[in-house]
């Protein structure tokens, strides 16, 4: 505890936001197993260390690793389920839930199926531009789940016909924008280059597109 009050304190001092936490769980178990009881133990370890922090909010996955014999409809129940339990832990503490597209859920139908299924106002979804199925439109996919955007990740580059494509950030901020998204719009940079030289560029570009 003393040291998440280290970084609390510290991150006050130099003005910055605590804007989310996140953690890699897997929920695709079933509720009963014994991995999903390992799994929320996890969760409910980092949930505390996030809520004490201050996050408003904290990145979950569906699952990065189903089980072998599961279909993707039992995928799909498991993670509804181990969510729900979550969620009732998550609204405790006061803190929202945001399911990335990612691993299992890239698939974005497999994602509203999901968000949908659960009615819970601390639920929503953590936006990642860059993390879509295969697809010939990744923006039609992204303006599909923005409308349920808690924290939105912008990438230097999208995927097209699953090939790397430098994302369009014009059209990024239209699709949020045009969902009514309020929060912060997170910059995330993976690319070989130099990142001291290279984040400054996109920064500016992006803080122009968003005034």
Not at 29 to 40: A, C, G, I, K, Y
Not at 126 to 139: M, Q
Not at 140 to 146: E, M, N, Q, T
Request: glycine content about 4%; proline content about 6%.
């Amino acid at each position: 505890r003393a040291s998440i009050n280290r970084i609390k304190r510290r991150a006050h001092l130099l003005g910055l936001d605590i804007t989310a936490g996140a953690m890699g769980n897997n929920f695709g178990h079933p509720p009963d197993s014994e991995v999903t009881r390992q799994q929320m133990e996890y969760f409910r370890t980092w949930l505390d260390h996030f809520a004490d922090m201050g996050a408003p909010a904290v990145r979950v996955f569906a699952s990065k690793a189903p089980p072998q014999d599961a279909t993707d409809e039992q995928v799909i129940a498991n993670v509804t389920a181990n969510l729900e339990q979550a969620l009732a832990y998550a609204e405790k503490r006061g803190v929202m839930l945001g399911l990335e597209n990612h691993d299992f859920v890239k698939d974005i139908d497999y994602l509203l199926t999901i968000i949908k299924a659960i009615d819970s106002p601390w639920l929503g979804v953590i936006w990642d531009s860059a993390n879509l199925a295969p697809t010939a439109n990744p923006y039609a996919d992204l303006s599909r789940i923005a409308p349920y955007a808690i924290v939105a990740q912008v990438k230097v580059m999208t995927r097209v016909n699953d090939k790397n494509t430098p994302a369009d950030f014009a059209r990024l901020v239209k699709i949020l924008r045009e969902a009514h998204y309020r929060g912060y719009l997170v910059f995330e940079y993976e690319e070989p280059e130099d990142p001291y030289q290279e984040i400054p560029k996109y920064v500016q570009e992006l803080r122009r597109l968003i005034a």
